[in-house]
């Protein structure tokens, strides 16, 4: 039976440098997934390939179709979300129209769309103070709401999400937290990149660690707490 969303012998490529070494992971539907590891392990490499923005030869498939060999628009018009760890906003352009611009035009009228402009000003109520102010003054926190709530305005079944607590205090770490399970809580997946062991262990359903672009581990949050050979060689600094 095939995963809703499966990578499967994934090897990727920056020119001459082959970065994934056979990468095998899965998300389940409305769960969270966390890939973790230290830095330049393949983490973000892993779902740029997903994404079609790194070379790649393997499988991924989502909902059963093959995504290898497809465009970065055609593979989010699938209903693969992702959020890049630069948070690609809009400078010059308000908070609203960043997230208006997020919704998908010529979407399969499958019902109505699961987010709206008030789901998000209800989880994030700081950019609803903010709907008219331009993107580019808002502080590194409002920024990574606002780059998080754009992506889920295209109504994605699948979220990939690097980094989103890189740099934020830890208040807004909370609110990343349960914004994620949220959206769990809506039935959409997670796949989340990040360093942060805490907040990986207790939103996930299953961990993944990388090493030297390879799957070194995979089990329950649990799991990972309790083997600390894995911990120590492949996630502590």
């Not at 992971?25 to 997934?33: A, F, K």
């Not at 939103?203 to 390879?214: D, E, F, K, T």
Request: glycine content about 10%.
């Amino acid at each position: 039976m095939s995963g809703f969303f499966e990578i499967k012998d994934l090897h990727a490529y920056y020119g001459k440098s082959h970065v994934l070494h056979g990468v095998d992971l899965r998300v389940d539907r409305g769960e969270i997934v966390s890939l973790l590891g230290r830095n330049g392990v393949g983490r973000s490499t892993t779902i740029k390939a997903a994404m079609g923005q790194v070379d790649a030869q393997g499988s991924i498939l989502f909902k059963g179709e093959q995504l290898i060999g497809l465009k970065a628009f055609q593979i989010a018009h699938k209903g693969l979300g992702y959020v890049p760890e630069n948070r690609d906003i809009f400078p010059s352009l308000s908070v609203e129209q960043n997230l208006l611009l997020g919704q998908k035009s010529g979407k399969p009228a499958a019902g109505k769309p699961r987010w709206s402009l008030d789901d998000m000003y209800r989880m994030f109520p700081r950019l609803k103070e903010r709907q008219h102010t331009a993107a580019g003054v808002l502080s590194g926190g409002e920024q990574q709401m606002l780059t998080l709530c754009r992506t889920l305005m295209g109504d994605p079944d699948l979220v990939m999400i690097d980094e989103p607590t890189e740099g934020l205090a830890p208040k807004i770490v909370d609110l990343v937290a349960e914004y994620l399970k949220e959206l769990r809580n809506r039935g959409i997946s997670v796949l989340l990149v990040e360093q942060k062991l805490a907040i990986a262990l207790e939103i996930s359903q299953r961990v993944y660690v990388m090493g030297h672009g390879c799957i070194v581990f995979e089990g329950s949050p649990q799991d990972l707490r309790g083997n600390q050979r894995i911990r120590q060689e492949w996630l502590e600094v």
